[in-house]
C-alpha cells in the first residue's frame, strides 16, 4: 500500500467515523429546546451532509487498495494482521449495505434497525482498521516475508538522437 492510499484510507474512514457517530447522537439522543424543531441540534444537518461525502471515498479507498493489499495479502497467507484485515472488510460489506439502504427505506422501525446496525457495523470496522494499522506498525520489524509495494507499471518510449 502506498503512503497516498494509506492516509486515503485512514483519513476518509476517520471523517466518515466521527461525523456518523456524531450524527447518531445528535439525532437520536439528543432533545431540541423547541419542540415544533425538526432537527435534535443546528449542526445536526452538517454532521449528515460530513458523513454522506466522506463514506463514499472511504468506499472508494477500500476499492483502491482492493487488488494491491487486500487481495494479496489474502493469497499471501502472510499471518501478519490476517484477523484484524478479514474482520475490518467482513464488517464493511454490510456497511456499505446498509448505508444505501438506510437511504432508501422510510418505515420508522425498519429505518431504527438499520441506523443501529450501521452504527455498530461501523464501529467494528473502525474498531478492526485501526487494531489493523497498530498491529502491522508494531510488528513491522519483526515479521518476515512482508509483501513489497508493487511498482506502478509505466511504459517508456526510448528515443535515440542520431547525427
Not at 437520536?28 to 463514499?56: C, T
Not at 448505508?99 to 478492526?128: E, K
Request: charged residues 10%.
Amino acid at each position: 500500500m502506498t503512503r497516498f492510499q494509506r492516509w486515503f484510507l485512514y483519513g476518509s474512514t476517520a471523517v466518515a467515523t466521527i461525523s456518523g457517530v456524531t450524527y447518531f447522537v445528535m439525532k437520536h439522543f439528543m432533545i431540541p429546546v423547541d419542540p415544533w424543531a425538526v432537527i435534535n441540534h443546528p449542526l445536526e444537518p452538517w454532521a449528515l451532509k460530513a458523513h454522506i461525502l466522506s463514506a463514499p471515498l472511504m468506499l472508494f479507498a477500500v476499492g483502491l487498495i482492493s487488488t494491491q493489499h487486500i487481495w494479496r495479502s489474502l493469497r499471501s497467507r502472510l499471518p501478519t494482521g490476517r484477523r484484524s484485515g478479514l474482520l475490518a472488510l467482513a464488517a464493511f460489506a454490510p456497511l456499505a449495505i446498509s448505508g444505501y439502504l438506510i437511504q432508501t427505506f422510510t418505515a420508522p422501525p425498519i429505518l431504527l434497525v438499520l441506523a443501529w446496525s450501521h452504527l455498530g457495523l461501523g464501529l467494528v470496522c473502525a474498531a478492526a482498521l485501526l487494531s489493523h494499522r497498530v498491529v502491522l506498525k508494531s510488528r513491522r520489524r519483526l515479521r518476515r516475508g512482508a509483501l513489497p509495494v508493487l511498482p506502478v507499471e509505466t511504459t517508456y518510449t526510448q528515443t535515440s538522437v542520431t547525427e
